[in-house]
Nanobody
Framework: VQLQASGGGLVQAGGSLRLSCLVS????????VAWYRQPPGGQRDFVAS???????KYADSVRGRFTISRDRATNMVYLLMNNLEPEDTAMYYC?????????WGQGTLVTVSS
């Protein structure tokens, strides 16, 4: 399983970004995918997840602002981030879980200026 995250960048507070995660080499329909983030000097924390049944979960800090979705036709998982705050600044990683094994992609950096 390989994952490729993209879509990060610099945005002003209140703005939006959409992150993308391409999942290849797996049975995408059976793969749970999650986004995590790691701020500078901080730990990697859960942001959102979507399971193969398209059930979604969110961290309290992003619920109502972020939306996770998946496109089965393209093996893509998206994280739409609205109303971004400086506290959302972090390296964002996608993780796939297939048959109880985790796979990580490289991160994509999101910087939110105040």
């Amino acid at each position: 399983v390989q994952l490729q995250a993209s879509g990060g960048g610099l945005v002003q507070a209140g703005g939006s970004l959409r992150l993308s995660c391409l999942v290849s080499g797996s049975v995408f329909s059976r793969t749970d995918v999650a986004w995590y983030r790691q701020p500078p000097g901080g730990q990697r924390d859960f942001v959102a997840s979507i399971d193969y049944g398209e059930g979604a979960k969110y961290a309290d800090s992003v619920r109502g602002r972020f939306t996770i979705s998946r496109d089965r036709a393209t093996n893509m998982v998206y994280l739409l981030m609205n109303n971004l705050e400086p506290e959302d600044t972090a390296m964002y990683y996608c993780r796939a879980t297939l048959y109880l094994r985790d796979y990580w992609g490289q991160g994509t950096l999101v910087t939110v200026s105040s």
